[in-house]
């Protein structure tokens, strides 16, 4: 049991403060529990000697810990006059770091560095730093993207950084504290992109020795503790562009859709258009990671998608889950819908397999239903809940160009026509999602009106 009662493999609580300051090109506030650290990074309109005329820019860093960082005073650098060994190889690691992640070719010639300040000191200051510096440079980046002085994007991926070590047990543990740090065995720096793939290692036995076998289980560690830091950098950029793009929170008569299928997207702009709401989708914020679809019920998805997003954004959200439930298939593929034919979430493929599936089934036996769970969140509230269905049958061959999904083999017994073969006026009458959606009118005035907590 680690002493702040956090799981082996458990961060201190990370976040990400953009635009901490307001002259930077880019700042942040990032915090790993009570390792603060500011980040600046400055546009500097020239490059060292070396690289004069050559149009290749340059990506630097400084690192320094305020004199009260830490429990008693440490004495300035610049009041002993030089910097001591520990910051050199600090920055210049911040600096190799930055520079994997960006092509200098496409910056021009340019300067950006990076101040990394720490303002509190509990371990894990460099890795703080590292993933911080990340974030600002991606900021100032933009900045020059946004302006026009770039027209191609240099930074070519995401990176984060992340301590972690044995324990005095020879456990491996993520995100090492000061205390932690002291007692530690092995003390493991790891810098990775998006990808998982390295950029540096600073592994060290601490007057112990470690095996390959525990290395490997460190670097496991810290694979998923940079997953989950890209995750929050995304998320903190995403939300600063909703505030951004947002002249008005999302709220009243703005709606954020957590959704990122373009033809359930159609729909609702469709559906909504009449109820005076203009509609966000995540497809307008690609930043945004996705929520992993974990449930076993569509209301369960539907709201690890719509709470989780609200969470995220402090905002008010919509999500949907919808699927196709198919007698013979005893309801299958329900909540799979998306995923019946693999992860790849093919239209094409998933229509094929559920032909192929349903090959010995007799016309009279095909029946089905489109069902659609929709939640309404907002944080602090406890969500409102609607849902839809309609009945149909599935056909032996596709038809119909209009719609998505399953959408060409549906069809709807009345009419003789697959939902593809409606416009999409016709089928906004009728579908599962302008149900659940009515059901949503009837409910709403009531459930905004209700105080959140
Ligand atoms: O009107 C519909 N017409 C045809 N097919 C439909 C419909 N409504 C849902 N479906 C199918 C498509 C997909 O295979 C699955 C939804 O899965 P579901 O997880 O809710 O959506 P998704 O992953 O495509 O997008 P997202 O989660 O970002 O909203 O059901
Ligand atoms: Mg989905």
Same mark, same amino acid.
């Given at each position: 049991?680690?002493?702040?009662?956090?799981?082996?493999?458990?961060?201190?609580?990370?976040?990400?403060?953009?635009?901490?300051?307001?002259?930077?090109?880019?700042?942040?506030?990032?915090?790993?529990?009570?390792? !603060?650290?500011?980040?600046?990074?400055?546009?500097?309109?020239?490059?060292?000697?070396?690289?004069?005329?050559?149009?290749?820019?340059?990506?630097?860093?400084?690192?320094?810990?305020?004199?009260?960082?830490?429990?008693?005073?440490?004495?300035?650098?610049?009041?002993?006059?030089?910097?001591?060994?520990?910051?050199?190889?600090?920055?210049?690691?911040?600096?190799?770091?930055?520079?994997?992640?960006?092509?200098?070719?496409?910056?021009? *010639?340019?300067?950006?560095?990076?101040?990394?300040?720490?303002?509190?000191?509990?371990?894990?200051?460099? &890795?703080?730093?590292?993933?911080?510096?990340?974030?600002?440079? !991606?900021?100032?980046?933009?900045?020059?993207?946004?302006?026009?002085?770039?027209?191609?994007?240099?930074?070519?991926?995401?990176?984060?950084?992340?301590?972690?070590?044995?324990?005095?047990?020879?456990?491996?543990? &993520?995100?090492?504290?000061?205390? *932690?740090?002291?007692?530690?065995?092995?003390?493991?720096?790891?810098?990775?992109?998006?990808?998982?793939?390295?950029?540096?290692?600073?592994?060290?036995?601490?007057?112990?020795?470690?095996?390959?076998?525990?290395?490997?289980?460190?670097?496991?560690?810290?694979?998923?503790?940079? &997953?989950?830091?890209?995750?929050?950098?995304?998320?903190?950029?995403?939300?600063?562009?909703?505030?951004?793009?947002?002249e008005e929170p999302v709220l009243k008569n703005h709606l954020l859709i957590a959704t990122r299928n373009e033809g359930?997207?159609?729909?609702?702009?469709?559906?909504?258009?009449?109820?005076?709401?203009?509609?966000? &989708?995540?497809?307008?914020?690609? *930043?945004?990671?996705?929520?992993?679809?974990?449930?076993?019920?569509?209301?369960?998805?539907?709201?690890?998608?719509?709470?989780?997003?609200?969470?995220?954004?402090?905002?008010?959200?919509?999500?949907?889950?919808?699927?196709?439930?198919?007698?013979?298939?005893?309801?299958?593929?329900?909540?799979?819908?998306?995923?019946?034919?693999?992860?790849?979430?093919?239209?094409?493929?998933?229509?094929?397999?559920?032909?192929?599936?349903?090959?010995?089934?007799?016309?009279?036996?095909?029946?089905?239903?489109?069902?659609?769970?929709?939640?309404?969140?907002?944080?602090?509230?406890?969500?409102?809940?609607?849902?839809?269905?309609?009945?149909?049958?599935?056909?032996?061959?596709?038809?119909?160009?209009?719609?998505?999904?399953?959408?060409?083999?549906?069809?709807?017994?009345?009419?003789?026509?697959?939902?593809?073969?409606?416009?999409?006026?016709?089928?906004?009458?009728?579908?599962?999602?302008?149900?659940?959606?009515?059901?949503?009118?009837?409910?709403?005035?009531?459930?905004?009106?209700?105080?959140?907590?």
């Open positions: 049991m680690r002493h702040d009662g956090r799981k082996n493999d458990e961060m201190r609580k990370v976040s990400f403060v953009l635009d901490y300051l307001d002259y930077p090109e880019g700042s942040v506030l990032v915090s790993f529990g009570n390792t !603060k650290v500011i980040v600046n990074a400055t546009v500097e309109e020239s490059v060292p000697p070396f690289l004069r005329n050559t149009g290749t820019g340059w990506v630097t860093a400084e690192y320094s810990m305020l004199p009260r960082a830490t429990h008693t005073r440490n004495r300035r650098e610049s009041s002993k006059g030089k910097l001591t060994g520990r910051t050199m190889e600090i920055q210049r690691l911040i600096g190799r770091a930055l520079r994997s992640v960006i092509d200098l070719k496409k910056l021009g *010639e340019r300067s950006i560095v990076v101040d990394c300040d720490v303002i509190q000191a509990d371990g894990g200051t460099r &890795t703080a730093s590292i993933t911080g510096a990340f974030l600002a440079l !991606k900021l100032a980046v933009d900045k020059l993207v946004d302006s026009g002085e770039l027209t191609e994007n240099p930074i070519t991926n995401h990176l984060a950084a992340i301590s972690v070590g044995l324990n005095q047990y020879g456990e491996a543990i &993520t995100d090492l504290d000061y205390e *932690e740090d002291s007692a530690a065995q092995v003390d493991c720096n790891v810098v990775m992109t998006e990808k998982l793939e390295l950029i540096e290692i600073q592994g060290t036995g601490e007057e112990a020795t470690f095996t390959r076998g525990e290395l490997n289980q460190l670097l496991d560690y810290a694979e998923k503790s940079v &997953t989950e830091l890209i995750r929050l950098q995304k998320n903190a950029l995403a939300l600063r562009n909703v505030s951004k793009k947002q359930k997207a159609k729909e609702f702009v469709e559906l909504f258009k009449s109820r005076g709401y203009e509609i966000k &989708t995540l497809l307008d914020y690609p *930043e945004i990671a996705d929520i992993e679809e974990t449930g076993k019920t569509f209301e369960e998805n539907a709201r690890l998608k719509a709470e989780g997003i609200a969470k995220e954004l402090n905002c008010l959200v919509l999500a949907d889950d919808s699927g196709l439930k198919v007698d013979a298939l005893g309801g299958q593929p329900g909540v799979y819908s998306a995923r019946f034919a693999g992860e790849r979430k093919s239209d094409a493929a998933n229509n094929a397999k559920l032909l192929h599936e349903l090959t010995d089934v007799p016309m009279g036996d095909r029946t089905a239903q489109f069902h659609c769970t929709l939640v309404l969140a907002e944080p602090g509230k406890e969500s409102l809940v609607v849902s839809g269905e309609l009945p149909g049958m599935i056909g032996r061959i596709p038809r119909g160009n209009n719609g998505f999904g399953y959408d060409p083999l549906f069809i709807i017994p009345e009419t003789d026509k697959t939902l593809a073969e409606m416009t999409s006026e016709e089928k906004n009458k009728i579908s599962h999602r302008a149900k659940a959606l009515q059901e949503l009118d009837k409910k709403i005035d009531a459930w905004l009106g209700e105080k959140t907590v």
